[in-house]
């Protein structure tokens, strides 16, 4: 499990950096205006799609009824389930694709209500209109709405290449096998970053929706379909719902609800970004909640993914004693990596934007402080990661769903709250707020149900990491300082002055840390640096 955590978090990490090269290519393409925001909100259902099903509730239904067919024997029966649930969701995949190639252009009005005008389909202005998300009379934006339209009609084929591909990875999870699933989000991402290189010579600004079409094709059906048949993988043709699909089912149904109570999240403040700030406000959203969750993405999601198999595993065994001690070393080691990640992102937030996105002075400081209070929910974001699929390794579904109830309710009225005074910070605030109160209730609650999980070791070493982040933070201040002050009469300019400002204080913030953690006897630094001792040791 180790090795499989430290093999996840570094995919994971390659998956965030060409994310966030992607976000950089269509920042100095195409800056933040019109075309940004078509794209970014032509992501919106799609991406709600893809999150619905194939990024979270299809392998979480998939993983454990798979794992315990194979732990019992019963490898005929593993993979005929596998079959049934690939050609009933290709089925499903292709009448949404379908559907939203026919909607596009109704969904473009309602995922930006600023666009939206006397010229919009009636049932979307009448739904604009009650919730008071536009004004009789509005003139509307066509051009942006048709570039909208024509990206969307591409992401969503490119959606039955997601969802096929989300069974395949959940496969490949379920045998210990982590690489090839996550070069997928690689793979996608190369793929958009060229297309927005290329655009201006190609079809102009919908040549993104021809890259991630291109991308998820690639990346996400067509490896994993080698990956898996490589590894013994059957696709028989079976159409019937056996006992195994309708328990994938039964499971991944609550999963699905739960995954779309939190979505919502993310959902109502792209709308409430773009009525706050509808030049510009969606985009400002996007960069900061790029950046935000790169460390929770890269430690917490990849150590909760290598985990979730074994958990499951020790679940399917009634091996409780493990079940516990493997979740705990999951959540003290999500803290001691995402802690110091928080401190630096905070510290290091105005350089970063500037070396990432080429931005006006004005939205680049709109990023930072967007940024800043996103950054308060990266630890509870890796913990959620970890306690949500403790519950799902556990077959239970329905808690993390009503939890996941509360916290975003109280994300949609911190938002609506705090974006009118604070714009596009605020709902950054609401945001952090939804995500400490998703962590802290599903952690309780686990703890009720399962006992035993360490609580007491954990919380002493949170406080033992707290004097080695404060040196970090201080010595990471101090150290930017002193590079600005350095660089302030060598004239370099251009990204070599704004990578200088972010890596090297970086470098001495971290070098800090890691000597404080030491001479402190931290055994998370002892855990982590033996967990890559022996991934790297055994290649040698």
Known sequence: MANAAILMMFATLMSAVTGLLRESAISYRFGSGHVTDAFYNALTIPDFLY??????????????????????????RAWRTFSALFWLLAMVSAVLAGAGILLAEP?????????????????VRAILLSLGLMEPGQV?????????????????????????????MGALNAEKHFLWPAMGPIIYNLAIIAAALVAPWVLGPSTLGWGALIGAAVGNFAVQMLALRARGGRLMLAFSITPGVRRVILLALPVMLGLAIAEINFVVTKVLANSVDPEGGVSILNWGNRLWKLPSRVIGAGIAIALFP?????????????????????????VFLTLPATVLIMVLAEPSV???FA???ETARAVVVTLLWFSAGIVPLGLVYVAARAFYARHDMMTPVWIGAISVTACVVAAVLLSRPYNVAGLAMATSISGIINAALLLVMLQVRVGGLGGREIARSLLRM?????????????????TRRALADQAIGGGLEELLLVVAPMAFGA???????????????????????????RRR
């Not at 999150?51 to 024997?73: D, I, K, Q, S, Y």
């Not at 969904?107 to 049932?123: I, M």
């Not at 969307?152 to 290449?161: D, G, N, W």
Request: glycine share 10%; with cysteine.
């Open 107 to 123: 969904l473009a009005h309602l995922v930006n209500p600023s666009w939206a005008g006397e010229s919009s389909p009636p049932v």
């Open 466 to 482: 707290i004097p080695a982040n404060a040196v970090m933070g201080v010595i990471t201040w101090g150290a930017l300082w002193a």
């Open 310 to 334: 074994a958990l499951a595993e020790h679940y399917a065994r009634g091996a409780s004693e493990q079940f516990r001690k493997d979740f705990s070393f999951g959540i003290r080691n999500v």
């Open 354 to 356: 500037n070396l990432l």
């Open 51 to 76: 999150f619905l099903v194939a990024g979270g509730a299809l392998r979480t239904g998939f993983v454990p009824v798979f794992t315990e067919l194979m732990a019992n024997g019963k490898t005929e």
């Open 140 to 168: 509307g934006a066509p051009e942006p709405v048709q570039l909208c339209a024509v990206i969307m009609r591409l992401l969503f084929p490119a959606q039955v290449f997601f969802l096929l591909g989300g069974l395949l």
């Open 359 to 361: 931005l006006d002075p």
């Open 511 to 537: 070098l800090a840390f890691m000597g404080v953690a030491r001479a402190m006897h931290l055994r998370e630094l002892e855990s982590a640096w033996r967990m890559v001792a022996r991934r790297f040791g």
